[in-house]
């Protein structure tokens, strides 16, 4: 009887528990989702890219929240440095880039990844700047005017300038900062504070910490991919990522002063192992070596002509070593070693460059490695046998029967075929002189 009077009861119930839990789902999905925090501290190099690009996909296929680059750099390489804004321009979710902590800087390849990312973030007595190519960039020149520094500029010069003013210009304009300041960053090597850097339209905001700048970016409406993106970041949990194994690999062997030593270690046990083959060891390490130097060549700025110029210096001191020719083709060689080593990579930022310390200590070693070695293998071929036939000249023999031009002597316990020109007697002592085919010409003891 009082069934259909409890119908709508149950069904306001029934709508209210869905209510709750699409709410609990939501406010768990809201939750379950994190802040990606990783650090690159100094050059920007192969392995800074690949770090940054890798955890950049696996917060994407996570589906993160945000994404904050704590940075510190003096700048890197560029084909490194546009591998990592590719990424983030094109990522799905938010890419935050903070210069921090204080005293941090953002400079040359710093400010264009500041740039390209979706909020420019520092913190307090940081600052950012001078993005003129390194290769033309000289700060420790006077100061010249544009006209003047125009017009001292090669056309290769003027196209590198160019194309960095371009490049900065339209990432400062995707994001509505300040493209002219981004120019003259680049034509001027002009820097900014943090201070001077937010009042320019250079930067979003200063933060104190990772704390402050997720309070900060909360409720901040944001361009990503063409679509708007409103943050939420109070509540959201922080995981910092840390270089693994693989990384921290990378950074060693990409290291220029490490990849130069692999290369000659590399060919060093390669050509101790032809020298002496069946010992083993030289060969394998020598061909890991290689392997480990090709791999870290090939992501680094390889100057081919360097590497040539290495290859011949090396081929000119063995080549001293078979001929000599009064130390040219040693000097020649020398030279060639040094001036490979220093231009082996195509840039002129000095921590892409193998330190001249170690070309001068490694010039020596492999001089003297080489040097030693081949004099070591001409000698051993120079050297009498010590086993075969060759090894009876000098011998003494004793006569089987006696014979006038040909017959028979016994020697170690064999039986040889022998020839003279003095007549022999049965039992007497006879001296091997030399070896014809396999005859031996013998000669009394009394015989000089």
Known sequence: MKWPKLM??????????????????????????????IDVNGAISPSTSDFIVSNLQASEEQKAALFILRLDTPGGLSASMRVI??????????????????GARAASAGTYILYASHVAAMAPATNL????????GAPSLPAQSNEKKD?????????????????????????????????????????????DALEA?????????????????????????????????????KK??????????????????????LLLLGVYGLLFEFYNPGFGLPGIVGFMSLLLAGYALQMMPLSYAGAGLILLGIGLMMAEAFSPSFG???????????????????????????????????????????????HMVIRSRKQEGVSGIGTFIGLQAVVIEGFDEEGMVKIEGELWNAVTKTPLCGGDTVKIHSISGLQLLVKPDYEE
């Open 8 to 37: 709508p009861h149950m069904g306001s119930g029934f709508i209210g528990l869905i209510l709750l839990l699409v709410t609990s789902v939501a406010i768990a999905n809201q939750t379950s989702r994190s802040v990606w925090i």
């Open 85 to 102: 804004i590719k990424h983030i321009l094109a990522s799905p979710i938010p890419v935050v880039t903070f210069v921090s902590p204080k």
């Open 129 to 136: 700047g001078a993005a003129t190519p390194i290769q033309i």
């Open 151 to 195: 017009s001292s500029l090669s056309t290769l010069e003027k196209k590198q300038v160019n194309d960095a003013v371009a490049y900065i210009r339209g990432l400062a304009k995707l994001h509505q900062r300040n493209a002219d300041w981004a120019e003259d960053a680049v034509r001027k090597a002009s820097s900014l504070t943090a201070t």
């Open 201 to 237: 339209n250079v930067i979003d905001l200063i933060a104190e910490n990772v704390d402050d700048l997720l309070q900060k970016l909360d409720g901040r409406t944001l361009h990503v991919n063409e679509a708007e993106v409103t943050l939420l970041t109070q509540g959201l949990g």
């Open 240 to 261: 910092y990522v840390y270089p693994d194994w693989r990384n921290k690999f990378l950074g060693v062997i990409t290291n220029p002063n490490v990849a130069y030593i």
């Open 328 to 374: 040219i083709f040693g000097f020649g060689g020398v030279v060639s070693f040094v001036t490979g080593s220093i231009f082996l990579f195509d840039t002129d930022i000095e921590v892409f460059r193998v330190a001249l310390p170690i070309i001068a200590a490694l010039t020596i070693v492999s001089g003297l490695f080489l040097m030693l070695l081949l």
